[in-house]
């Protein structure tokens, strides 16, 4: 999971996300600068708006849902 929360950071363009653990409780990273992972991986840090901040074991993700993309817009 971490390596493709790795991925998912370095994106271009980034697409928001959100993190599900196996509690249930969920985390929406909304943008690049909100997210943290620590350099071995088993910690990920998601900042609020507020700074306040979730500290998350990567030993509970369950599983990661990536927003859809919006279509991008043509030429007429």
């Not at 943008?31 to 900042?47: E, K, M, N, Q, W």
């Amino acid at each position: 999971m971490i390596a493709d929360i790795r991925k998912l950071v370095h994106a271009v363009p980034f697409v928001p996300f959100t993190i599900h653990l196996a509690d249930g409780g969920q985390v929406r990273v909304p943008t690049v600068d909100h997210l943290a992972v620590s350099p071995t991986g088993g910690r990920v840090i998601v900042f609020a708006d507020d700074d306040t901040h979730d500290i998350l074991s990567s030993l509970l993700i369950s599983r990661i849902t990536v927003d859809k993309q919006p279509e991008p817009q043509g030429r007429s």
